[in-house]
């Protein structure tokens, strides 16, 4: 695995663009939790970091909206509920202040 | 206006020197190509008024159509998807004024096939990439320039139907606008900025031909009125969204010739094209500030800053020209 940040780095709510061996990597902290997604949006590749991030209706599960044409995707799976394709999500491990993640 | 045309120029020479050294990177003349790029790119040509000499650009276009009369999203995909469809065939058509060739020709009229073959019974045309206003809007406009410049491409009872189509896709259209004035849709764009700024330039030639059935230049003046009151202070738009603060200004400068609010929306336009020149790239321009160079969003800006000469130059017929609208 590879570094990507410092937890401190990303306060609870905000998101940090890191690049990781050359690839865009928006990394999000919701609700005490770490995600890593791939930057471009599958769709146009509008940047993901710069997305809405929004909680599901149901209170499960928390959702980045794609800046450019709306395109939702699940945080931790990268699921776009429908759409023609999924947004890549990396696995990410946290060990004490230091996030890693698999790329 | 104080943005002085001496300033615009070089920008645009600059920019249009850079996409065609980028042009391996979007031609199809050179392999498979995202057709969204192509069609950017292509509008840019027909901007700049160098379709002529490009001839291969938009054959190339018409060699990877499918028998159904549509594109998909790279030109090597095999299904056809309405929204790059509608974008392709409208070039075509344009650029097909200057070209005058029976294949580009022949390419239209299945494009035409197409979308009458697609138009759901509610008049809406779907898209999975794509909210349904905007899938609905872009075929829409496609059968306005067809209406406006090309009706001789088709035979007559082809050409009724076309009409037929259009009205009820510029319906689906006109009665899903809110009461402030906006299009919205809660899956792809809760804040509707960027589908007002579309439906309201692909509406509001409707207005030539509906008459005041659906009341098309009050929705689209309410459409303008809601693009004004959310511009950011800075002049942007969604949140510093480079490719929606073009659209919006485009649009705008449209849809106010035509209505004749040109007073009410000059610095609104004004705004916009000084917030996109200060975030351009040193060639090119990003979907945000401070990114890298998007191509498409390089050819978004060239054709802003086409569209802003034009604008500048009180001839309405000329800007609508930049729509198609117009032969």
């Given at each position: 695995m590879i570094f990507l940040a410092?937890?401190?780095?990303?306060?609870?709510g905000e998101r940090k663009l890191v690049k990781v061996n050359g690839v865009d990597v928006a990394v999000f902290r919701q609700g005490g939790r770490f995600y890593a997604l791939?930057?471009?949006?599958?769709?146009?590749?509008?940047?993901l970091s710069r997305g809405t991030v929004e909680a599901a209706a149901e209170g499960a599960g928390c959702f980045v909206r794609c800046p450019m044409h709306g395109w939702r995707f699940d945080?931790?799976?990268?699921?776009?509920?429908?759409?023609?394709a999924n947004a890549t999500v990396y696995a990410l491990d946290q060990r004490g202040e230091e996030l890693y993640i698999e790329i | 206006m104080s943005i002085r045309m001496e300033q615009i120029q070089p920008i645009i020479d600059h920019e249009y020197a850079y996409l065609m050294a980028e042009h391996p990177h979007w031609s199809l003349t050179k392999g498979d190509q995202d057709l969204e790029l192509v069609a950017h790119a292509l509008r840019v040509l027909l901007h700049m008024k160098t379709t002529p000499q490009h001839p291969d650009e938009y054959l190339a276009l018409v060699d990877c159509?499918?028998?159904?009369g549509g594109w998909g999203k790279?030109?090597?995909?095999k299904t056809s998807a309405a929204w790059v469809t509608a974008f392709c065939a409208l070039m075509l058509i344009r650029g097909n004024l200057?070209?005058?060739?029976p294949r580009i020709a022949e390419s239209v009229r299945k494009c035409v096939r197409y979308f009458l073959d697609t138009q759901?019974?509610?008049?809406k045309w779907s898209d999975p990439s794509w909210a349904d206003l905007d899938a609905v809007s872009h075929p829409v406009s496609f059968f306005d320039v067809l209406m406006a410049v090309?009706?001789?491409?088709?035979d007559a009872p082809t050409m009724v139907r076309v009409r037929d189509s259009w009205r009820k896709g510029m319906k689906f259209m006109l009665e899903r606008q809110d009461a402030d004035g906006g299009w919205y849709d809660?899956?792809?764009?809760?804040?509707g900025v960027e589908i007002t700024a579309h439906l309201i330039q692909d509406s509001i030639v409707a207005d030539l031909v509906l008459g005041d059935e659906h009341q098309v230049r009050n929705c689209c003046q309410k459409g303008v009125m809601k693009l004004l009151s959310v511009?950011?202070?800075?002049?942007?738009?969604d949140g510093e969204n480079v490719d929606h603060t073009m659209d919006c200004t485009r649009s705008i400068m449209l849809v106010c010739s035509i209505l004749g609010t040109r007073a009410q929306c000059d610095r609104t336009i004004e705004r916009g094209i000084e917030w996109i020149l200060k975030h351009k790239c040193e060639k090119g321009w990003p979907?945000?500030?401070?990114m890298e160079t998007n191509l498409e969003r390089t050819c978004d800006g060239l054709d802003t800053l086409l569209k802003y000469k034009t604008y500048s130059q009180p001839v309405t017929t000329a800007l609508v020209k930049l729509w198609g609208y117009a032969a």
């Open positions: 410092k937890a401190s780095e990303i306060p609870e791939n930057n471009a949006c599958p769709h146009r590749q509008g940047p945080l931790a799976t990268g699921d776009s509920n429908g759409r023609p | 159509q499918h028998a159904d790279m030109s090597s995909e200057s070209l005058k060739n759901k019974e509610d008049g090309g009706p001789n491409l088709v809660p899956e792809f764009h809760p804040t511009q950011a202070a800075d002049g942007s738009w979907d945000f500030p401070g």
